[in-house]
């Protein structure tokens, strides 16, 4: 069922946006009225070329709306400086909140653009002083500096991930601190073909020890990208999409992630 097309197509343009947020959402707009589960994240929630991402597998199964606030490059800094979503996460019954992308966050070696949280703003002093040798006017993207980084080999980079895994749980413990229904933390781990692709900076499992304190309960999950679970032909993309789809996750992933969750918040209603 893909859609083999030169522009976007969609679900990708099947976007909304609620009042007093200023992001764009997984459409369609889910109607508030009624208790609902709040479902927030990055590009897996938002569900990205899939017809069907888990939050409708959920609302299907649980039989109450399961709002979908996903969207794409998201991190940490993305859902807590936005009051308006914080608003929509309060008034909901329940919580699942994605584990953020631990490179997507400001620090005190590089600085994140404040809503898409993947681009690579400017270093700061630190990471000039550590990376002498280094011109970064020409990275874009918190992946590519990282790549850059890394192909250095040597302990270097070792500080800047332990700076990164540090703020991130201090982030993680502020945002679940300002939330009140209980949260489902669901930590993906996104399994891709190439060893190269993998996430260079991970959540470890010590890392969410620390937040298990504020969190109602925590789903881990270990899932494929459609490139390597030839889930590709099940997905909607145009034709100049096919090398981001492959590295995205397919309908069965979705359904093995709503498989997980919905136990928790079953016990939890």
């Not at 993947?118 to 020409?138: I, S």
């Not at 969190?215 to 881990?220: F, H, L, M, R, T």
């Not at 679970?229 to 090398?243: A, H």
């Amino acid at each position: 069922m893909s859609y083999h097309q030169a522009g976007p197509c969609r679900p990708e343009d099947a976007v909304c946006q609620y009042a007093g947020s200023k992001r764009r959402f997984r459409g369609p707009a889910s109607a508030l009225a009624k208790p609902y589960v709040a479902c927030v994240g990055g590009d897996e929630t938002f569900g990205r070329f899939v017809e069907t991402p888990f939050p409708a597998v959920l609302e299907a199964r649980l039989g109450e709306t399961c709002a979908n606030f996903g969207s794409l490059f998201c991190g940490v800094e993305a859902i807590s400086r936005d009051q308006g979503l914080l608003d929509l996460i309060n008034r909901s019954q329940l919580c699942v909140l994605q584990a953020p992308c631990v490179s997507y966050q400001s620090n005190r070696f590089y600085r994140v653009h404040s809503r898409r949280n993947d681009r690579f703003l400017e270093p700061m002093q630190d990471l000039v002083d550590l990376y002498p040798e280094e011109d970064f006017t020409e990275v874009h993207f918190v992946r590519h500096l990282l790549g850059k980084l890394h192909a250095k080999s040597d302990a270097r980079f070792d500080l800047i991930a332990q700076e990164l895994r540090a703020g991130w749980v201090r982030n993680l413990q502020s945002l679940l601190g300002r939330i009140v229904p209980p949260v489902a933390l669901l930590c993906l781990r996104v399994q891709r073909d190439h060893a190269h692709e993998q996430e260079l900076i991970s959540v470890e499992d010590a890392m969410i020890d620390q937040l298990r304190p504020n969190c109602a309960g925590v789903i881990q999950r270990a899932v494929c990208v459609a490139g390597e679970s030839d889930e590709l032909e099940d997905m909607l993309f145009g034709t100049l999409q096919v090398p981001i789809a492959a590295h995205m996750i397919g309908p069965s992933a979705h359904r093995a992630i709503a498989d997980a969750v919905l136990p928790v918040l079953l016990d939890l209603n």
